[in-house]
């Protein structure tokens, strides 16, 4: 049977309050009052009567926290009927200093304050009428302040506790808040693999099919050319690998340190030759313009424009058509970064317009994501355009 330790301990206490207040009263009779020369004139005896009406006032000590000013009412009839009697008062004083901190600790502002009010104006009803006189007007002013700092005291733990409730609640909605911002960063992450690894893929497997096709086509005539075709494949897909692993690596949870340097610094501006001279093997004549003077890009930018251009030239390889031609052209400029790619296929001469693909759609998110502005669409005179302006300054 499980017990119930805050009831047993009031119910502990119920019985010190009540063991202390009838030791009390019974060392401190009129007699020894009278010996020390405090009046006590009309004050009775102790006896049966007074020890049991000091009991019954302990007793509502036990339930203070259930019901703490019920039980301090009913406290306050036993002591009305003490003074009543002419035990004297502050017999039954340290049950009602129990009781109103029970009251002042466990309930709101109005209740405690009614209650201080109520056992203020018991004592003070009591000490005036009651037969007994044990002492001046300074006994009910001391007496007063007592139960007031006792009030006050229970005011102050309610308050306390109430702060560290609040407390706990704010830690635990920040950890919530903060569970959910994990969570959101997760799910932002693997979005952003997925992004790249597409990308990528798109980007390699486009290449290795225009050569496999090119292979085919010329292995019984030409097998050397054909080998050359199966070369750059191979080193097409070891290129592609070799990405997929470092951005794949980002999801592994081995920190040590040999684990992180296996992980290489993801492609930018500065990769753009390579990234032309792979497409020229695959068959799209490819040039690379730089204009103005290059400087030092923010990371996340130098990446979206290197993924601006490989998406742009994989389009272009796709769909360009035979003999198209690509131009790339990097301009830098003061506070923005203008990469543009541009063909003359026969593709976008034949259609209205590409169709998007998710690949670009990436690209479309990836612009967003750093404020620039992005141009898809086919040129007036003929060809194909995929432009990013991307800003280096915010605000500018």
């Not at 007063?144 to 733990?157: E, H, I, K, T, Y």
């Amino acid at each position: 049977m499980r017990i119930d330790r805050s009831r047993l301990h009031d119910t502990v206490l119920a019985g010190v309050v009540a063991a202390a207040s009838v030791t009390l009263y019974a060392l401190y009779g009129p007699d020894r009052l009278q010996a020390e020369g405090i009046p006590v004139e009309g004050m009775r005896q102790p006896d049966l009567l007074g020890a049991l009406l000091l009991v019954a006032a302990s007793a509502p000590v036990a339930v203070r926290r259930r019901w703490p000013l019920s039980a301090m009412c009913a406290g306050l009839v036993p002591e009305t009927l003490l003074n009543a009697l002419g035990y004297g008062t502050g017999m039954s004083s340290l049950a009602g200093i129990v009781l109103l901190y029970s009251v002042a600790t466990y309930r709101g502002l109005a209740v405690s304050l009614a209650g201080l009010v109520l056992s203020l104006m018991t004592y003070l009803a009591g000490a005036v009428s009651g037969p007994a006189r044990a002492g001046g007007a300074s006994e009910y002013v001391v007496t007063a302040l007592v139960l007031v700092a006792v009030w006050g005291a229970g005011r102050s733990l309610r308050l306390r506790r109430a702060y560290l409730e609040e407390l706990k609640d704010r830690a635990a909605r920040l950890e919530r808040a903060h569970a959910a911002d994990t969570r959101a960063a997760r799910a932002e992450e693997r979005s952003r693999i997925a992004r790249e690894l597409h990308d990528v893929v798109a980007h390699h497997v486009s290449v290795m099919t225009v050569q496999a096709a090119a292979a085919r086509r010329v292995l019984a005539s030409d097998p050397d050319l054909a080998r050359e075709a199966l070369s750059a494949i191979e080193n097409t897909g070891r290129l592609a690998m070799t990405e997929m692993r470092n951005i794949v690596g980002v999801l592994r949870t081995d920190t040590r340190a040999d684990a992180r340097a296996e992980l290489g610094p993801q492609p930018g501006v500065r990769d753009l030759p390579a990234l032309v001279e792979q497409m020229r093997e695959a068959g799209l004549a490819t040039r690379l313009r730089v204009e103005g003077e290059p400087a030092p890009l923010p990371a996340g930018v130098d990446l979206a424009a290197y993924r601006l251009v490989q998406e742009g030239l994989t389009n272009s390889l796709r769909h360009a058509g035979a003999g198209a031609e690509a131009v790339v052209t990097v301009r830098y400029e003061p506070y923005e970064l203008d990469v543009r790619v541009e063909d003359d296929g026969v593709g976008a001469v034949q259609e209205t317009g590409r169709p998007p693909g998710h690949g670009l759609v990436g690209i479309r998110e990836r612009v967003a994501l750093y404020g620039g502005i992005l141009n898809i669409g086919p040129l007036p005179g003929g060809g194909f355009e995929v432009r990013a302006r991307l800003p280096l300054k915010d605000g500018q």
